[in-house]
């Protein structure tokens, strides 16, 4: 797999998560009404979680992202610089 086509994979599944952790912030309840269960008794300890998770999970696809574009410069960077 490319370096490009990683980048951008990370990239999306960042903001997937990014999403998702907004999504649990805001609506805490759409995972409730989207399966129709109450997985915490309706505490909301559920939702913390999920929201802690995909900021964590957020957090590292944008780091992965972010040192797979530095080595992609570095590399074009290197390449430029043989010519």
Same mark, same amino acid.
């Not at 992609?72 to 290197?78: K, S, T």
């Given at each position: 797999?490319?370096?490009?086509?990683?980048? =951008?994979?990370?990239?999306a599944l960042a903001l997937v998560? !990014?999403g998702a952790c907004g999504l649990? #912030? @805001? $609506?805490?309840?759409?995972?409730?009404?989207?399966?129709?269960?109450?997985?915490?008794?309706?505490?909301?300890? =559920?939702?913390?979680?999920?929201?802690?998770?995909?900021? !964590?999970?957020?957090?590292?696809?944008? #780091? @992965? $992202?972010?040192?797979?574009?530095?080595?992609?410069r570095r590399v074009a960077g290197?390449?430029?610089?043989?010519?």
């Amino acid at each position: 797999m490319g370096s490009r086509v990683k980048l =951008f994979i990370e990239i999306a599944l960042a903001l997937v998560f !990014a999403g998702a952790c907004g999504l649990a #912030l @805001v $609506a805490p309840d759409w995972l409730e009404g989207l399966f129709g269960a109450h997985l915490d008794a309706g505490h909301g300890e =559920f939702e913390r979680a999920l929201a802690g998770g995909a900021g !964590a999970a957020a957090l590292i696809c944008s #780091l @992965v $992202a972010r040192g797979e574009w530095r080595r992609a410069r570095r590399v074009a960077g290197e390449v430029s610089h043989v010519r």
